[in-house]
């Protein structure tokens, strides 16, 4: 019942993958674009290779400061839910400010507190946490409201509380809510990092990117991005196997 | 346990006003298997949510013995079973039991245990699956477990099998007698299948359509086993259609 890639689908995933890069490095070589323009993919691995510690310690902040944002994100948003969920009174307020945030853009705050806060790794956690709060409140509060009648008929004629309700209803059922939001996230925690750190920062694959933007650098400039795309589609991967073991009583998607 | 039932009247405001029941007087001796029929919308799931506390009357009063509904549902009264067997995905077959069990917490010590109850419906070797691995009719007989295991005097049963085949709708009513027989519950059992309430009840009652009022109280005492060919159940079978015809052709004549 559950959704298994199959052979099939996995030799096509790399099938089309390998045709897109193939025709990016036909396009260049025929095309002779020059390198501080668009690098050929070799050109790009080949950068990614002749300099392993200086990408490997990029990456290893950036995403120790996405993961960390990632954390404190999701669980505020987790938070958060389950106390409007359980105070349903103070719902409009809460949302009204959660939505003021969610409307401000991160490009706006992202300079704002790299002067605060300085270089460091806090403003890049803050915004990283900024953005994936959000998507996480809003899924799960649905989750946690959206409970089927039936189950609160049940519960009720069990003579349960709001409490007992909430631990043995409310929040299971939201689970599957979470990891979407988490697929969403996930991901998105990579920008977010990133772009804290193109606003100043001593270290990340953000800052590598802007210097060699800045040197026209093109092969660093699109090492990184390979990286990024790359650890993007990880996180995005493990998201799904978690929630395939998590949420084991729905079938997963009717692909395939 | 009784119920008794003193002018009740229930009207649902969505908008509109939709008079739900209307006058209602009702007297239900200690473990007596009521049928209630009728066409849809006419308000007898209004009646057994009155009676379960899950929604309060707007005139009238409801005594189960001597006391009201909610403190009825304090103790453990009144059992729950509806057409969805709203069971808790998340949980195996005997977590659901466990979980109902958790709210059966300070009250005497019931009949069954857990591997009783599973045993009586036929769910014995099933502990450990999961409700998605069950069908329909398996889902519907762990809800059956779980109201045994519920221990009530009263079961308040909303179209219990209505999703199901025929012919595991009629296995599941067969076991429904026969739990009623060895446990005598005061039973109100809502169906749309008037063969089956007169195969098993003692009373049916007839409401009419909106405002749901009962028009029609019909002592069933043909002896068991019951069978369809029999004379009395062919009679009882066309009255209750009579009945329910007229019903129908007046509230087509009454309507503006």
């Known amino acids: ?82 106390v409007l969920t359980l105070l349903p009174g ?38 990283t946490a900024l953005m994936s709060f959000f998507p996480v409140l809003i899924n799960v509060l649905s989750g946690m409201q959206r409970i089927d009648p039936a189950h609160h008929d049940l519960f009720r004629s069990w003579n349960a509380n709001r409490w007992e309700i909430f631990r043995f209803l409310r929040a299971p059922s939201a689970v599957p809510y979470l990891f979407t939001a988490l697929k969403i996230t996930g991901p998105l925690s990579l920008i977010g990092a990133v772009v804290a750190e193109w606003t100043g920062a001593s270290g990340g ?23 990024l795309a790359a650890a993007g589609m990880i996180i995005y991967r493990i998201i799904t196997w978690a929630e395939e073991k998590a949420v084991f009583w729905q079938p997963a998607q009717f692909n395939s | 346990m009784q119920i008794s039932i003193k002018s009740l009247s229930h009207q649902y405001f969505n908008g509109k006003t939709t008079h739900a029941l209307e006058d209602i007087h009702l007297n239900i001796p200690q473990k007596q298997f009521v049928a209630l029929i009728g066409p849809s919308g006419c308000g007898k799931s ?25 403190t009825a549902i304090e103790n453990g009264q009144i059992a729950w079973m509806a057409q969805s067997p709203a069971l808790l995905p998340w949980l195996t077959v005997e977590g659901n039991l466990k979980l109902a069990d958790r709210f059966q917490k300070g009250r005497q010590k ?11 419906v036929g769910l014995a070797g099933a502990a450990d699956q999961h409700p998605f691995t069950l069908s329909g009719g398996m889902q519907q007989r762990l809800a059956l477990a779980r109201l045994l295991l519920q221990d009530a005097p009263i079961w308040l049963m909303d179209e219990p099998f209505a999703a199901l085949d025929e012919l595991t709708r009629e296995r599941l009513t067969e076991e429904l007698f026969s739990l009623w027989k060895d446990f005598s519950p005061t039973v109100l059992w809502i169906t749309h299948n008037i063969h089956e309430a007169v195969k098993l009840s003692d009373r ?25 060919n029999q004379h009395d159940f062919q009679d009882l079978l066309s009255r209750l259609r009579a009945v329910l015809h007229q019903e129908s052709v007046g509230s087509f004549v009454d309507a503006p």
Do not use: C
Request: overall charge positive; hydrophobic content about 55%; glycine content about 6%.
């Open chain 2, 46 to 70: 209004t009646l057994i949510r009155l009676i379960a506390n899950l929604i309060s009357p707007s005139i009238g009063a409801i005594k189960i013995g001597q006391i009201d509904p909610q």
């Open chain 1, 205 to 227: 694959l953000g800052r590598t990117m802007w210097m060699a933007y800045t040197n026209l650098n093109l092969p660093f400039l699109f090492a990184a991005i390979f990286i």
């Open chain 1, 90 to 127: 103070i719902e409009d307020g809460v949302m009204t400010l959660a939505i003021l945030i969610k409307s401000t853009p991160m490009v706006a705050i992202a300079p704002l507190l790299t002067l605060w806060l300085g270089f460091g790794v806090l403003p890049k956690i803050i915004i």
């Open chain 1, 1 to 82: 019942m559950h959704h298994k890639p199959s052979r099939k689908s996995l030799f096509i995933t790399i099938g089309i993958v390998l045709v897109f890069f193939i025709g990016w490095e036909l396009a260049v070589s025929i095309s002779q674009t020059p390198v501080y323009l668009l690098p050929a993919p070799s050109r790009v691995v080949k950068t990614l290779i002749t300099h392993p510690d200086t990408f490997a310690q990029a990456t290893f902040l950036t995403l120790a400061e996405a993961l960390s944002g990632l954390l404190i994100g999701v669980l505020a948003g987790i938070l958060l839910a389950s």
């Open chain 2, 110 to 120: 019931r009949k069954l245990s857990i591997e009783q109850v599973l045993e009586r």
């Open chain 2, 204 to 228: 049916i009652l007839v409401f009419s359509d909106q405002p749901g009022r009962i028009i029609a109280d019909i002592p069933n005492s043909i002896p068991h086993p019951r069978l369809e």
